[in-house]
């Protein structure tokens, strides 16, 4: 399968941004996701990039994409306590290929 | 609209013992997903089904078997059970197949997973 890498933690304090890194393998990828696990929960999209797309603003949310180093981020603008949670990358080609996960903790 | 539901919740069985797990959606999607959860090792496809009456191996298929049994239901079996198998399980569903509508985002909705333990 295809490697989808994230770092496994990540700790903000309220009212910083956070950042979370994912790198992927598929240079062919049409989409590219993030979803967000709560605890005990399934996984809600939070949003997507199309492939064509260099960044996506939507509210708190940043979403960048470096396709030359197979590079995505998420940035997430005055974090929240209710942000803590684990953050998924996932990737679409002929397949779904999901990242590690992030787990994010804020700190009040 | 329940969206995607699956049970049980919680599961424990003794190697060599054998379960489905079920999952519904009601939501008219056309393609439904099995995926396990280990820890730092994120979601990985079991199986899918890209359309009812399909279904296709993901990247972990040994060791289970699925059943599309109409377009709402698509479940899970685990013939003889092995720790390996214990994880978290998630169903979800899309809209599209995954071979099609590439000029579509293709968002998955989520099941709320069981945690299976196998002794």
């Known amino acids: 399968g295809e490697d989808v890498e994230q770092s496994l933690f990540l700790s903000v304090r309220e009212g910083d941004s956070s950042v979370i890194n994912c790198t992927y393998t598929?240079?062919?990828?049409?989409?590219l996701y993030w979803y967000k696990q709560e605890p005990g929960a399934g996984l809600q999209l939070l949003t997507y990039?199309?492939?064509?797309?260099d960044m996506k603003q939507d509210q708190r949310l940043t979403v960048l994409l470096n396709k030359k180093d197979k590079h995505l981020s998420l940035r997430i603008a005055d974090t929240q306590t209710g942000d803590s949670a684990i953050y998924f990358c996932?990737?679409?080609?002929?397949?779904?290929?999901f990242g590690t996960g992030t787990s994010l903790t804020v700190i009040p | 609209n329940a969206g995607v539901t699956q049970t049980p919740k919680f599961q424990v069985l003794k190697t060599g013992q054998s379960m489905t797990l079920q999952c519904a959606q009601d939501?008219?999607?056309?393609?439904m997903y099995w995926y396990r959860q280990d820890p730092g090792m994120g979601l990985r496809l079991i199986y899918y089904?890209?359309?009812?009456?399909?279904?296709d191996k993901g990247e972990v298929p040994n060791g289970y078997n699925v059943s599309r049994l109409n377009k709402r239901e698509f479940s899970l079996r685990l013939e003889s059970a092995a720790p390996s198998q214990t994880s978290v399980y998630f169903c979800?569903?899309?809209?599209?197949?995954?071979?099609?509508?590439?000029?579509?985002?293709?968002?998955?909705?989520f099941g709320p997973g069981t945690r299976l333990t196998v002794l």
């Open positions: 598929d240079s062919s990828s049409t989409y």
């Open positions: 939501m008219n999607h056309n393609s």
């Open positions: 996932a990737e679409f080609g002929n397949q779904f290929y």
């Open positions: 990039i199309f492939s064509n797309m």
């Open positions: 089904s890209a359309s009812e009456g399909t279904t």
């Open positions: 979800a569903s899309s809209e599209a197949g995954l071979a099609g509508y590439l000029s579509a985002y293709n968002e998955q909705f």
